[in-house]
Nanobody, 116 residues
Framework: QVQLVESGGGLVQPGGSLRLSCAAS????????MHWYRQGTGKQRELVAS???????NYADSVKGRFTISRDNDKGTVSLQMNSLKSEDTAVYYC??????????WGQGTQVTVSS
């Protein structure tokens, strides 16, 4: 059974930091591209950051220089370090695992709220 379990969300003030983690089980983690998406209230889900199985990263323009995605293949985890958070970063953040564009698995999401 495939499971992706996100953790680390919460309430943070503008300018603060949070670190999200996603623990994967039931998949050959090192073979999967990993992605973080987010969906704000009334908005479409958007891709925030990606990391290939080889470790190459890519970011949405809105988070470049503030967010960092990383992975630990031994532990089967992918993380998203979020710094200098803004109110517009408020959303539910989802972990996504993709294999050869044919298999895709999603976590249940974790809420991030940036507010004073």
């Amino acid at each position: 059974q495939v499971q992706l379990v996100e953790s680390g969300g919460g309430l943070v003030q503008p300018g603060g930091s949070l670190r999200l983690s996603c623990a994967a089980s039931g998949i050959a983690f090192s073979m999967y591209g990993m992605h973080w998406y987010r969906q704000g209230t009334g908005k479409q889900r958007e891709l925030v950051a990606s990391i290939t199985k080889g470790g190459s990263t890519n970011y949405a323009d809105s988070v470049k220089g503030r967010f960092t995605i990383s992975r630990d293949n031994d532990k089967g985890t992918v993380s998203l370090q979020m710094n200098s958070l803004k109110s517009e970063d408020t959303a539910v953040y989802y972990c996504n695992a993709v294999f050869l564009s044919s298999l895709s698995y999603w976590g249940q999401g974790t809420q991030v709220t940036v507010s004073s």
